[in-house]
């Protein structure tokens, strides 16, 4: 019934699935998610997987790849099941994403980046390019700006070492100040405003959005 094109008509099997827990129907569902003509049936098929624990990374890792966006969407929120381990393979095929032009992907990238280990090298970077190329989105600054815990000053640096110029990227660079500043640790406000006060390390449009940023965040 994955197939019907009655959304109640899918959603219910997918919930019974789940609930009878009979583990007969995973090939069938792996099957689904890896070749149905529908988009919408690979979606399901994934998220019943999910719901059956029985989703793979190479399910997840195909999917990132799907034509549909809110498939790959859905294959970046599944990836977050191995990016608590900074060295899974799955982390290297989500940080391909960086450059999917849908919306929908983006976004939900921008939040999952924050699932990933600070420790992990390909986080901080991961962070910057979405914050560069969608600084005027709200919605993915405030995803991005939710799992920086703490790396916001890591992530500014990036994006100040850069040499792109854009709108994007001056909203970033604002929001990234303001929010260091309202994070209120002493170290970090003064590294913030010697940034700002320093017009041999940054562009005066850098300069201009750090110091907007820091009076917004005051």
Excluded at 5 to 27: E, F, K, M, S, Y
Excluded at 96 to 122: H, N
Excluded at 201 to 217: E, K, N, Q
Aim: proline share 7%.
């Amino acid at each position: 019934a994955l197939p019907q094109p009655n959304g109640w008509c899918r959603d219910t099997p997918q919930h019974l699935l789940v609930q009878r827990g009979d583990r007969a129907a995973i090939p069938m569902l792996k099957s689904r998610a890896a070749t149905a003509p529908d988009w919408r049936t690979r979606l399901h098929a994934l998220w019943t997987l999910d719901g059956f624990d029985a989703i793979e990374p190479a399910d997840v890792t195909r999917a990132l790849a799907d034509q549909s966006r809110d498939v790959r969407a859905s294959a970046v929120r599944l990836s977050e099941r191995w990016l608590g381990d900074p060295k899974h393979p799955i982390q290297a095929e989500v940080l391909k994403r960086l450059d999917d032009k849908d919306w929908p992907v983006r976004r939900q990238l921008a939040a999952t980046l924050g699932t990933i280990p600070a420790s992990a090298p390909g986080k901080a970077p991961g962070l910057a390019t979405v914050l560069e190329r969608h600084g005027d989105d709200p919605i993915t600054v405030d995803a991005a700006l939710s799992g920086l815990s703490g790396g916001e000053q890591t992530v500014l640096q990036r994006l100040l070492a850069s040499e792109t110029a854009s709108p994007q990227r001056t909203a970033a660079i604002t929001m990234l100040a303001a929010t260091i500043v309202r994070g209120g640790q002493d170290a970090r406000v003064q590294n913030v405003f010697q940034t700002t006060a320093d017009p041999k390390r940054r562009t005066l449009a850098a300069s201009y959005a750090i110091g907007a940023g820091a009076v917004s965040g005051i």
